[in-house]
T-cell receptor, first 114, second 114 residues
């Protein structure tokens, strides 16, 4: 039973390029969450999605960032025109019950903007 | 919005000493969860607490949920080098419009000196 799969593990982008981060939730999980983490800092909530719906995007920057969880395929976090300040670890988590019994996290994507 | 504060931010201990981290929420929680993140790794679910005043144990780890369901603690007895990592609390808000969204504390980074 595969866990939460995130890819790529590491992503290097030049300033101004686009970054696409993918997340496949655990089998049977319909709730997906994206968090951002800077070194030695906490997990900052970005967005909460269910299939084809954005439930809460209160942590997403208004510009350049978007997320989707289509009916088929993985959830995608998209960052357009990346800047150095976007460099961080981006973690995806999933749950089957809205998080009541905990989240399962993926291994994360480490984004470096050069 | 909901805030979850965690202290201390850093804790250095000698192997064999005890360790405690504290978590306080600005709002009443339906449950509180604890996660551990090893250096370079991803957060891993440890436990959830649901009932007011609940205490749970996992070997050398003791978790408590406050009577008012707004604070929690994690205590590790006789730390070992394998306990190294960042410990996060995360709260699920009681009621609200975004049920299922965990708010994480900033984490406590534990270093254990052999």
């Amino acid at each position: 039973n595969a866990g939460v799969m995130q890819n790529p593990r590491h992503l290097v982008r030049r300033r101004g390029q686009e970054a696409r981060l993918r997340c496949s939730p655990m089998k049977g999980h319909s709730h997906v969450y994206w968090y951002r983490q800077l070194p030695e800092e906490g997990l900052k909530f970005m967005v909460y999605l269910q299939k084809e719906n954005i439930i809460d995007e209160s942590g997403m920057p208004k510009e350049r960032f978007s997320a989707e969880f289509p009916k088929e395929g993985p959830s995608i976090l998209r960052i357009q025109q990346v800047v150095r300040g976007d460099s961080a670890a981006y973690f995806c988590a999933s749950s089957q019950d809205g998080g009541v019994y905990g989240y399962t996290f993926g291994s994360g994507t480490r984004l470096t903007v050069v | 919005g909901q805030q979850v504060m965690q202290i201390p931010q850093y804790q250095h201990v000698q192997e064999g000493e005890d360790f405690t981290t504290y978590c306080n929420s600005s709002t009443t929680l339906s449950n509180i969860q604890w996660y551990k993140q090893r250096p370079g790794g991803h957060p891993v679910f440890l436990i959830q607490l649901v009932k007011s005043g609940e205490v749970k144990k996992q070997k050398r780890l003791t978790f408590q949920f406050g009577e008012a369901k707004k604070n929690s603690s994690l205590h590790i007895t006789a730390t070992q080098t394998t306990d190294v990592g960042t410990y996060f609390c995360a709260g699920l808000r009681a009621g609200g419009t975004s049920y299922g969204k965990l708010t994480f504390g900033q984490g406590t980074i534990l270093t254990v000196h052999p």
